[in-house]
């Protein structure tokens, strides 16, 4: 640490009203003068304008100073602006510290006087952390230059073509058999109509035939450590007992598989066989045998699919992989699921056959679905005369499921009533709201032509769902009217809530937060709204939150241009603020090793082959400061937050 | 001002309830059994507590006709539950010394007939 004192500036910033609404700038300026040894204080209407930068720029010149302090806003938001000033008026910018006046004072301080004594107190620690700062250089990292994005939805393929069509080796990874996600299910998309299997194959055969994406499908993520930059992902590609380089997707074995079970794709409404493809556009077009459903497998019986494989494809021994991939970034696409119908009670559990939810009635309505595309009820097969739509199933229901909207059911029921009328042009259709959302381009037109269609929209949620004979009925009210409303239908649909698919124990895998609901959580609500506060980690797509196809899309390629950013240098910057080790004093007892969460300390053994220590590798270590608080000789410390240092900090803030 | 504060306060504490919690879904109509007699019915009792029209409510036969079957505060998205409030109320009504009901106009026929749990309860609900 210097002996002699840095000359040392600060800037206090008014932050227009934000700051000196509620703390006496002045005042503060005043006692810093009379009671610190800091070399210049000044005061600013908004230190982060062009104007308040050059004013600190050239005071660190004019004055010959070596370190300043900003007394502003959040670090958050505006360290990186004043350090940059700092380095561009030639003092290491690490001598540059923010004094957090507003969010840590005067936006939660309302008596004037504690406000100002409080700014002054803050403000004085940091002159004191400064004249102890060193000055320090950022720490260079390679990159590697390649890309994992999980989730082969339709978030996941744009993000994948976008990275890929830069030159960017990329892999695709499903946990499906197929690539295709949820938009593959769906029979036709809002407000324009397009079947969304013709518009979403050609982005799926791309995704297959491009030369620099790799597609891993049927495969799932095993661990992932490392950081930016440099990942290693273990990925578990699941056993498929089907030799995918032989197979040619021929479907002989499918047509012989004797049993069946419930088919996923089609959301239970009808079966498949237990060697199967997902849909016939499957991307890899390949089939797999779902093992603890397959009578060889489990009974030793059968074989049927290896008799009648015309490529001797079937491979009994197949056993679960794990590939290690190198990655420098990773997209998570993992989409979103809708909520389990056994949530709502009231609706009848799940249990009731003639009550479908969203994702079901795509199916009934699709081509490819259980009916062929030809609207059929699930009990007994006929064909529905009234349907009734009920929205909000589980959205903006804090007391008994989601609290948020899903955004896209207003507009996903108009379409799926629309298509319903379209098909079946005496059935009539009957929607239950509570509002409808139409904020998007082309809604509010397609809501129009629903209600033009003759689709009834009765405002009011529904209490209550049950079975009467062979129809349901459905209690609501129509609260314009204030009167009860009692409608026989022969199929409902419900509109359920969007749910996170990632589940916890994958976001800890990869160390990243969600919110309350299991959504993953953006580094910025509104300004970084692809990005998480792990480095190398981007959302695309539902992952982040309830999206239609346009949404996910946009933020894919959104996702797509960090990783293209992150790539375009194959070095990236890693903050110096890390822990270091004083040899001396390290004992190599190793307590630092166990309390770091970044695996960022290894023990070494020193030249003369005695003395044990401890080392720092240094592109791990984030400076959380975990070592330094158990390191119990005051070996461990943090650069620019030693022990000497944030003591005298507080003898400051007690004086 | 619009809204009287005073009355608001009063129906809240009384009920537990919060009246700016309800968003007019309709799901406590939709569910109640006496509905189809109520005027105003549940939800568009709440409006009226919400554009503090009390009189309009206070007046009004809906909150005599609530069974207090719970069905509306159980299914409530955002936790409201109108028999409370509806309970509030009568119990605002009982506190300005309105009585609904006086035993010398009660039919003699109808006292030997009512079962004499009911009876009481009534009086315990319509009376000061």
Known sequence: MKSEKKRIGVFVCHCGINIAGVVNV????????????????????????????????????????????????????????????????????????????????????????????KAA??????????????????????????????????????????????????????????????????????????????????????????????????????????????????????????DWDKCTGCDICVGKCPKKVSDEFNCGLSERKVVYKMFPQSVPNRVVIDAPNCLYIQKGACRLCEKHCPFNAIKWNDKDEIKELEVGAIVLATGYELLDKQRLGPYGFGKLKNVVDGLQFERILSASGPFMGEVKRPSDGKVPERIVFVQCAGSRDPENAMAYCSKICCMYTAKQAILYKHRVHQGEAVVFYIDVRTGGKGFEEFYKRATDEGILYIRGKVSKIFEKGDKVIVWGADTITGK???????????????????????????????????????????????????????????????????????????????????????????????????????????????????????????????????????????????????????????????DKQIEDMVKVGLE | MIIDETIKKDIEELSGQKLSDCYQCGECTAGCPTAFAMEPVPSQSIRLLQLGKYSELLESAGIWLCAACNVCGERCPRGVDYGKIADA????????????????????????????????????????
């Not at chain 1, 958050?76 to 008026?89: G, I, P, S, V």
């Not at chain 1, 979403?200 to 597609?215: D, F, G, R, S, Y």
């Not at chain 1, 910057?573 to 190793?590: K, Q, T």
């Open chain 1, 121 to 242: 107190k803050i403000i004085k620690t940091l002159i004191k952390k400064v004249q102890y700062d060193e000055p320090l250089t950022p720490i260079s990292i390679p990159v590697t230059r390649k890309a994992l994005v999980i989730g082969g939805g339709v978030a996941g393929i744009q993000a994948a073509l976008d990275i890929a069509n830069t030159g960017y080796p990329v892999i695709l990874l499903e946990k499906n058999p197929s690539i295709g996600g949820k938009m593959s299910m769906l029979s036709e998309t809002f407000p324009t109509l397009d079947c969304s299997q013709c518009i979403l194959t050609p982005k799926m055969v791309e995704a297959k035939q491009h030369p620099n994406i790799t597609l891993m499908t049927y495969s799932e993520i095993d661990s992932v450590s490392g950081y930016i930059g440099n990942f290693k992902v273990k990925v578990r590609q699941k056993a498929r007992y089907v």
């Open chain 1, 26 to 117: 002045p005042e503060v300026v005043k006692r810093l003068k009379e009671t610190t040894d800091a070399a210049v204080v000044i005061d600013h209407q908004y230190c982060c304008s062009d104007p308040g930068q050059n004013l600190i720029k050239e005071t660190i010149q004019k004055e010959k100073l070596d370190g300043a302090v900003i007394a502003c806003c959040s670090p958050t938001l505006h360290e990186n602006t004043f350090r940059k000033t700092a380095a561009r008026a030639g003092i290491n910018p690490y001598n540059c510290e923010i004094a957090n006046i507003r969010e840590q004072c005067s936006w939660v301080t309302e008596d004037k006087e504690k406000a100002t004594d």
């Open chain 1, 484 to 642: 009860k409303v009692e409608v026989e239908a022969d199929l409902v649909v419900l509109a359920t809530a969007m749910v996170p698919a990632a589940e916890k124990s994958f976001a800890q895998l990869m160390k990243l937060t969600q919110d309350e609901y299991g959504w993953f959580t953006e580094a910025h609500p509104k300004l970084r709204p692809v990005e998480t506060l792990a480095g190398g980690f981007f959302l695309a797509g539902a992952s982040q939150g309830p999206k239609d196809i346009p949404e996910a899309v946009s933020q894919a390629s959104g996702a797509a241009s960090k990783v293209i950013i992150l790539f375009a240098s194959d070095t990236l910057e890693h903050a110096p603020v890390i822990a270091g080790v004083d040899e001396d004093l390290c004992s190599g007892c190793g307590v630092c090793i166990d309390v770091c969460p970044y695996k960022a300390r290894e023990i070494q053994v020193k030249e003369d082959g005695k003395k044990k220590t401890v080392k720092v590798i240094e592109v791990l270590c984030e400076g959380c400061g975990a070592c330094s608080a158990a390191c119990p000789v005051g070996a461990a410390q943090q650069k620019n937050f030693k």
């Open chain 2, 89 to 128: 109320c009568r119990t605002i009504v009982l506190r300005n010394k309105v009585t609904h009901i006086t035993l010398e106009k009660v039919d003699k026929k109808f006292i030997l007939d009512a079962p004499q749990q009911a009876f009481i309860a009534a009086f315990r609900k319509f009376t000061t």
